[in-house]
């Protein structure tokens, strides 16, 4: 099913791109009939992409809030529960960081410029680092999520999440908010069915005036999503498992060759989560009370290759639409991923609508998702693998400190 979706979408993408190309050659010649066919690209993706701004706000709500209250043994594991979520947060923060920095430097999208028909953002005076974490506290979170303000959407979910799993018999409560979570996973996979025809008008409408000098910018976003990727593996990662964990290089990857493996074609973390136990549990002697908690926990609020995602792509569709991101902006993506990544549902979409969450914080054009969901298959892999390791090495971690 799921290979069956991601073919359709490389197809939307691949003709997308084509028709586009066709109806932009064609307006040298009939411009009137080039102009009538752009519009009907116009209306199909202006459809899906209402679509998905209408789920944007539910999901993000049902899936934090669930999530959180899932979490309700990190209490009881106390110190090891600290650890354990610190780590994946400060890791998921250098991820962002890492991505924002390098997608500063190679600028993706920069050599193209298109105009938006959506209402962009315009920010006169930049808003100061003190009232950006204090407008994340919502005075009233009815108007936040009308509003669609993400920060204080995420901030009141976490809270509302982290107060359900403190009360006790809350079970027909925590049933009912994981039954509508189920309900707007189950709207969004509704929505994916449509998505190779909503990224086909999409493509076809921008690259009916951009033409070929968009691939090459989409293909510098590739390929500084992977660098980053790479960075993050080797910079942060195995110097964490030399170091502080004391296992070696060649033995981390030999004992988890087979989870690395599993998460590359499966492209998610939770259905690698037995392997991924097994592995640590077999190559690494870890002690199942650590495996246990550390990798499911792991596996659902440690988003590192998503957060790397969201930050390149941030960056190549502002440079796409012209739009300059001001310091306060990057603050806000790096706080709006972190955040997001606590009890962020791991299935396929989810990344997607995360990214629209951080471009609709900083008002950038939802658009612009179209344009990079053509390649996010393969990078959906790489990043998997990459939460996997991250699972991995933060267990290492936990393992050798509770010695």
Do not use: W
Not at 92 to 106: K, R
Not at 249 to 262: H, T
Not at 391 to 399: C, G, K, W
């Amino acid at each position: 099913m799921q290979q069956n979706l991601t073919k359709s979408i490389f197809f939307g993408f691949f003709f997308g791109i084509i028709a586009g190309i066709l109806t932009g050659y064609l307006s040298n010649f009939y411009e009137s009939l080039s102009s009538s066919i752009v519009n009907i690209f116009d209306f199909g993706g202006s459809v899906f992409l209402k679509v998905l701004k209408m789920l944007v706000v539910p999901i993000v709500f049902f899936s934090l809030v669930s999530g959180v209250a899932n979490l309700n043994n990190i209490a009881s594991l106390g110190r090891i529960g600290v650890k354990t979520l610190s780590l994946y947060i400060f890791t998921t923060i250098l991820a962002i960081t890492i991505s924002l920095s390098v997608g500063n430097i190679l600028d993706p999208g920069s050599a193209v410029s298109v105009v938006s028909e959506e209402k962009i953002l315009n920010i006169n005076s930049p808003p100061s680092i003190g009232s950006v974490f204090l407008n994340i506290i919502p005075e009233n979170p009815f108007k936040s999520l009308v509003e669609g303000d993400m920060l204080q959407i995420i901030f009141f979910a976490i809270l509302f999440g982290g107060c359900m799993a403190s009360i006790k018999q809350n079970k027909v409560l925590l049933d009912i908010v994981f039954k509508l979570n189920d309900l707007v996973l189950k709207m969004l996979e509704v929505l994916m069915k449509i998505a190779p025809l909503g990224i086909f008008c999409l493509i076809a409408k921008t690259f009916s005036s951009q033409g070929i000098d968009s691939i090459l910018e989409l293909l510098k976003y590739f390929i500084g999503v992977v660098i980053v990727l790479f960075i993050h593996l080797f910079v942060v990662y195995l110097p964490l498992v030399k170091l502080i964990a004391k296992v070696n290089i060649i033995n981390f990857f030999s004992g988890l060759k087979q989870a690395l493996l599993f998460a590359f074609s499966t492209s998610s973390s939770s259905a690698t989560i037995p392997i991924t136990l097994n592995n640590l549990e077999k190559s690494f002697n870890v002690k199942k009370k650590v495996s246990s908690f550390t990798v499911p926990l792991g596996a659902t609020i440690n988003m590192d290759g998503t957060a790397i995602m969201q930050g390149m792509a941030t960056i190549f569709i502002a440079n796409f639409y012209g739009i300059e991101l001001i310091f306060t902006d990057f603050l806000t993506i790096i706080l709006t991923a972190a955040l997001a990544s606590i009890g962020t549902a791991g299935v396929p979409g989810v990344g997607m609508i995360m990214l629209g969450m951080v471009l609709n914080q900083v008002g950038l054009p939802l658009e612009g998702i179209a344009i990079v969901m053509g390649v996010d298959r393969l990078l959906d892999m790489l990043r998997t693998s990459l939460n996997v390791a991250g699972d991995a090495t933060v267990t290492l971690l936990i393992n050798k400190l509770e010695k």
